[in-house]
């Protein structure tokens, strides 16, 4: 990694911690205030039942209606678009396969696009269709980390908040706020915001070109907030219109981490131990560094069939510069690099840059923070209570070396969480491994592949790494655009999406009854260097044994045979 590479990264890290310290004093603030007018408006309209406290079970009730609701009427949306106002360039309906598809990718915040957005959807659909469901599916992750915080919060009280006020909340006075702000200051650096159509041009050499306009900075704005990124065109960050600057891209960067982070440093705010937030942190700190300096290292390196060419001097030079195929010339490969290990680690899946051109080793990188569940600091939300899970095996494992009940924040690890742990967390091999193998072995699956050999396993295990981890983020060369793909890998989202909230929202409901025990002198504690330690021991393993055999086949095996010419 260069001088001017590292530079770069300290001022991204002040700059991300300058703004996710006090994002986490604010988070718990709101959080824990009494409803405003505001609310209690809200509430009035929408019935007595919007205060009512909730157990797990109505809880996780109250998440599945809200959002299959969502689900079918962006459904209603995308096959009745060409009907619709805010079409100018009269684009037709999706099919029901493909509206279901993404009908699901965004009320799962996966935003999966086998499409190009510009091509496909009018502005009806992009703009109340799915960037309305890029701030409700955002609001339900942040809301449902909140329930599960208070499970450990609360004593003998099966309440774990309600849903819908906490989905208001969230929305309120977190989302909209910053995504207004931010949406401001994409325009000034030159993102469109629009309802205009198509700009028809002319160019110097000849012909015509088509320009797309629209609403884009809105829908920017809460993609990189949301830990959604669906783009609204089909290159993502890399078009010009999404990300016009240096400065634009910078800031989308720190969007993608900043609210993650102060989600997770809010949590050991809410328990009343700042240190609880900061371990969890630190252990999702360390493996953020690692996988960042692998992916650069990965894609400075200089391909091996180019390395030894003595053309000419200028291949020479730009070889030295390492992999440039894919990557945007106004960002280079350090920026690509972080870019892309921050939006797999965040459960974001926007890019500025084609992963099916990265180097076998960079592109392992994003692949392994997609199989460990994206709880490198994970998305809003999700990553939060996705860790907390990882947490809980870590105690329970650590109770068995020493001999004691596991423990923590005062609350009895038994074998009632530990179960539903186990549930949630063999989820992702299931769906990956499971309809991955599906995938490659049913013929209409098989077609979506457009390499060979390892490459081709990268791509359909990375497919469906993503959508499992309602990531969104593809390895570009995959087709998943087919009636199979857009049935398998919207089932994928959803067990991926709600199948880990019931059995997390379960585990809160379970803890929340029980009463806090002091901490004694047996304690294992929670938020020391030994803890961070293993718990980041646990996540590597997991990760690393569940899927060695698809690693080493895939992106190693390529890795391997690349450099072995």
């Known amino acids: 990694m260069t001088g001017n590479a590292v530079l770069q990264f300290f001022f991204f890290a002040v700059v991300t911690m300058a703004l996710a310290l006090p994002c986490a004093g604010y988070l718990t603030r709101v959080f824990s205030k009494e409803p405003s007018a505001v609310e209690r408006g809200i509430g009035r309209i929408l019935g007595a039942g919007f205060w009512t406290q909730q157990n797990w079970g109505a809880y ?107 989905v208001v909340r969230v929305t309120l006075y977190v989302l909209l706020p910053l995504a207004l702000v931010f949406s401001l200051f994409l325009v000034g650096q030159g993102v469109p915001q629009n309802m205009s159509p198509y700009v028809q041009a002319s160019p110097l050499g000849g012909g015509q070109q088509v320009i797309a306009q629209g609403p884009v900075a809105s829908q920017v704005a809460i993609k990189v907030l949301g830990s ?139 692949l392994f923070s997609l199989l460990v569940g994206e709880v490198i600091y994970g998305g809003v939300g999700c990553g939060l209570y996705g860790i907390l899970v990882y947490v809980l095996i870590t105690v329970f494992i650590a109770g068995l070396m020493v001999g004691r009940t596991p423990e923590y924040l005062g609350k009895k690890i038994e074998a009632q969480e530990i179960k539903l742990a186990v549930i949630a967390m063999l989820l992702y091999p299931v769906c990956v491994l499971g309809f991955g193998v599906i995938s490659l072995l049913t013929p209409e699956g098989a077609n979506s592949i457009t390499a060979y050999g390892p490459h081709g396993l990268t791509q359909t295990i990375y497919a469906y790494a993503s959508a499992a981890a309602n990531n969104g983020s593809a390895f570009a060369g995959f087709n998943g655009n087919t009636t199979f793909q857009n049935v398998m890998l919207g089932i994928v989202m959803l067990i991926g999406r709600f199948g880990m909230i019931v059995p997390v929202l379960a585990i809160a409901g379970s803890l929340a009854v029980k009463k806090i025990t002091p901490a004694s002198g047996g304690t294992f504690p929670t938020h020391g260097g030994m803890f961070v330690v293993l718990l980041t021991g646990i996540i590597v393993v997991f990760g690393g044994l569940t899927y060695f055999p698809a690693l080493a086949l895939g992106p190693v095996a390529e890795h391997l045979a690349l450099f072995a010419r």
Not at 96 to 109: D, G, I, L
Not at 148 to 158: C, D, L, P, Q, S
Not at 260 to 278: E, K, N, T
Not at 303 to 315: D, S
């Open 60 to 166: 996780a009730f109250s998440v599945l209606f809200f959002n299959a609701l969502g689900g079918a009427v962006l459904f209603w949306i995308l096959t009745h678009q060409r009907h619709l106002p805010w079409n100018p360039q009269n684009l037709g309906n999706l099919s029901p396969a493909f509206a279901f598809n993404v009908a699901v990718a965004f009320v799962t915040n996966t935003d999966w696009q086998s499409y190009g957005g510009e091509a496909t959807l009018s502005y009806f659909s992009q703009r109340i269709g799915l960037t309305v469901q890029n701030y409700l599916s955002a609001a339900t992750g942040i809301a449902v980390a909140f329930a599960v915080v208070r499970g450990f919060v609360r004593k003998e009280n099966a309440a774990l908040g309600n849903f819908y006020a906490d």
């Open 228 to 366: 959604n990124g669906g783009g609204f065109f089909g290159v993502n960050g890399a078009h010009p219109y999404e990300n016009p600057t240096p400065l634009s891209n910078f800031a989308q960067m720190v969007s993608l981490l900043f609210l993650p982070i102060a989600l997770v440093l809010a949590f050991g705010r809410m328990v009343g131990d700042r240190r609880q937030g900061w371990s969890l942190f630190a252990s999702m700190t360390i493996l953020f560094l690692i996988l960042l300096a692998m992916c650069v290292y990965g894609e400075q390196a200089a391909h091996p069939a180019l390395a030894g060419l003595n053309v000419n001097q200028t291949i020479s030079d730009i070889n030295l510069g390492g992999n440039m195929e894919g990557k945007e010339a106004r960002f280079g490969i350090f920026n690509s690099a972080l870019w892309t290990v921050a939006a797999t680690a965040t459960s974001n899946g926007a890019v500025n840059s084609m992963l099916d051109s990265y180097m076998p080793l960079g592109g392992l990188v994003p």
